[in-house]
């Protein structure tokens, strides 16, 4: 059988801002089709760095990035940037609309997609009368209506209470089975990005690098008994003091 071709690849990748920070050094990382993969790693180790240049919205200083052909791909944000006067059907229709998509089509996409996220009761719904944690939602259903292949996530739960953070991430999960989806996930959460990846890329800071690649052992569908499961426990053990060690190391260096 051949070889799959990386969904997402990156060859050693290193990203200078035009103010001289060095934000991303020697970044080698290639993503397969199908892999629920995360950046965890403190602020400022470059994860939405990375997320943007393979999304395409920063480009590298040296080195190559590269993207599966014939793949589509949507970006959720930390924030939900909804339009406040608009529906939350004409929220989540708005990447349909702007690329012309036939109307009655564009409908049905979005009401399989709020179906998805839960939220197809609340279609006439404006922003301001949703919680935080029903406004994700509606952003995640935007770009699902989009019929992605990728989506790349950019710590879309940071601002949100755990409890609803933990409900988002469970949803997100099986979300990603039932449809199949490559995704790429930021977060300096430990225990988010065990409970949802298939592997984990641990990053460290100044500069931007990656420090460790590993494999999460769980199950495919995950409730809350993998939260409190030994794999569990010993996967933030281990990304924690993979962490720690990195930090350490650089305070060290510094001295
Ligand atoms: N547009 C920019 N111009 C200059 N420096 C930038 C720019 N964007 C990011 N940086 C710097 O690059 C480094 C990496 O930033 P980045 O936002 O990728 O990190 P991060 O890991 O996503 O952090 P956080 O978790 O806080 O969002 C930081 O030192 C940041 O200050």
């Known amino acids: 059988m051949a070889a799959m071709l990386p969904e997402l690849y990156a060859n050693q990748v290193e990203k200078t801002y035009p103010n001289g920070t060095l934000a991303l050094e020697s970044v080698k990382l290639g993503i397969q089709p199908g892999e629920f993969v995360s950046l965890l790693g403190p602020s400022g180790c470059g994860k939405s760095t990375l997320l943007k240049l393979f999304a395409g919205l920063e480009q590298p200083s040296a080195g190559h990035i590269r993207r599966a052909e014939g793949r589509k791909l949507a970006m ?13 059907t004409d929220n989540a229709r708005l990447p349909l609309d702007l690329a012309k998509l036939d109307r009655a089509e564009a409908d049905e996409r979005v009401a399989r997609a709020l179906k998805l996220v839960g939220l197809e009761k609340f279609g006439a719904a404006y922003p301001r009368e949703l919680s935080g944690g029903m406004q994700m939602r509606v952003s995640i259903a935007r770009a699902l209506a989009t019929n992605p292949d990728l989506l790349l996530m950019d710590e879309p739960f940071g601002a949100l209470d755990e409890f609803t953070r933990n409900k988002l991430d469970t949803d997100l999960r099986n979300l990603w089975a039932e449809r199949g989806l490559t995704v790429l996930f930021v977060t300096h959460s430990i225990y988010e990005a065990v409970y949802l990846s ?6 460290a800071a100044r500069p931007g690098r990656v420090i460790a690649d590993v494999a999460i052992d769980g199950p ?26 990195a930090n350490t190391e650089h305070e060290r260096n510094a001295a």
Do not use: G
């Open 76 to 88: 959720v944000f930390q924030e939900a940037t909804l339009m406040p006067w608009a529906r939350v």
């Open 220 to 245: 495919d569908l995950r409730d809350d008994a993998f939260r409190v499961s030994p794999a569990f426990m010993r996967h933030c053990a281990e990304l924690s003091s993979l962490l720690t060690q």
């Open 198 to 203: 298939s592997r984990v890329i641990v990053m």
